[in-house]
């Protein structure tokens, strides 16, 4: 389909990059000039939502519009999960990017959009290979570990990307097409998206971002010598004392993330970081990355 | 024995390895090796570099601030050949009509571009383009233009035309490209997409994001091996 190459190759052009959560405009120039490839425009960041326990929506438009009128990088908004009109709205603001993101409550609790039908792209979270693989069947154009918003606790992420290695691992061994029809029912995919992850060596046809835990300059290059295209930062940056300096350390050592000395450098001296929330202390009902199916 | 040609791709941020894994797809006679870019050493080895597609804010302010700025402007005036799609474009420019503050531009080209001007991604396209009057045959290269820029402006000697716009950004290198600036296409509604400039050429459109491996070969031909 013509339409996905242009959909993915924004995503394409992302890589290497990081993409900021902010709630208003200032936020959204301080993430500009410390090197963001773009931003994504909601209300409240994620540590925010978390905390006040209330239904999470779609922004409301005006912000998004003062962001989009402030920055000239891309800018990404967030609808519920499997509400389309929150995404129909969002296309009509002529948005960039739709996050269709579990970090907001979920409005269908069991089907996702039908992405293929927008002319917006689309980033989905996903914790495991039939997640990712759904996404993509649905039309995701760009993918994203789903973390653990807004703990500052990476390692969700990690055991996100890990899995979905050991997962391509696993179907790429896979010997005859009964074994890959098991394991595509396995997961809940088509069939014929496992036999796509097969012809092109286990590579997804769109880009992974890691998201949901990053806090610091080495959990930015973690997630990127884990393989990772880039790195989303939601409450990370402006629930540290120096959001500014913070930001631009995180974006060098996306850049530099193969390099210590440099990571070393990027990482000392940035003052109070996020506070954190362990993951391993939330009860199974409190993760947001259990959102979505 | 001869030792390869070294093309590099700058690697700051961006879509940096498409462009290498289409130049590892060519058959070619000259023996050439793709490497990333993100340090001055690495930059010191190449023979050629590429500047790819991705946020030329991101890629600008990256630069500067890992100290990769001066290398960069160096490297342009060594008069080795450089590419720049689409982002690259903008950072090879001398000029930039809607550049943010503190964006700083390599200038390599006299251009000025105006970055997103087709404007947000919704507007962004692919298309079929005809190249053939300058890589011969190749009629129906297939383009992804995405929140592209295009060139604005072949500057000459009519300071006074460019100076009349306000927010211009110009590019503080003291090189000056010695050869004239060639139109290698524009669209039918007269948008500049392809220039190019002695051993220095821009595009605002993506072949690396094709399958097509013919601009990139076309590139090492002409640009690098000097066929």
Redesign the interface.
Known sequence: MSDFKVKAGLAQMLKGGVIMDVVNAEQAQIAERAGACAVMALERIPADMRASGQVCRMSDPQMIKDIMKTVSIPVMAKCRIGHFVEAQVLEALEIDYIDESEVLTPADKLLHIEKKKFKVPFVCGARNLGEALRRIDEGAAMLRTKGEAGTGDISEAVSHIALIKKQIEEVLALKTDKEIEEYAKEIRVPVESLVQLIENKGKFPVVNFAAGGVATPSDAALCMQLGCDGVFVGSGIFKSKHPEKLAKAIVNAVTHFDDPKKILEYSTDLGELMFGVAVGGLKDTEKLSSRGW | MTRSLVVGVL????????HIQIFEKIQSPVSYSFIEV?TEEQLHSCDALVIP???S??IS??AQ??SMLKPLMDFIKSEKPVWGT??GLIFLSKQIV?G???QKILGGMDIMVK??AF????N???QKLDFSTFIPGVSDFPT?F??APVVEMILDDSEETYNKLGEVIRSENTYQNPSKVEILHQLENGLIVAVRQGNKIGTSF?PE?SDDTRFHKWFLDEFVSGK
């Open positions: 690697a700051l941020q961006g879509a940096f390895i498409e993100r597609g991705g946020e804010t991101a302010l990256i601030r890992t689409c982002a809607n943010r503050e503190g970055r997103n404007g947000r991604q919704l962004s396209f692919e992804v995405i929140r993506h994001l």
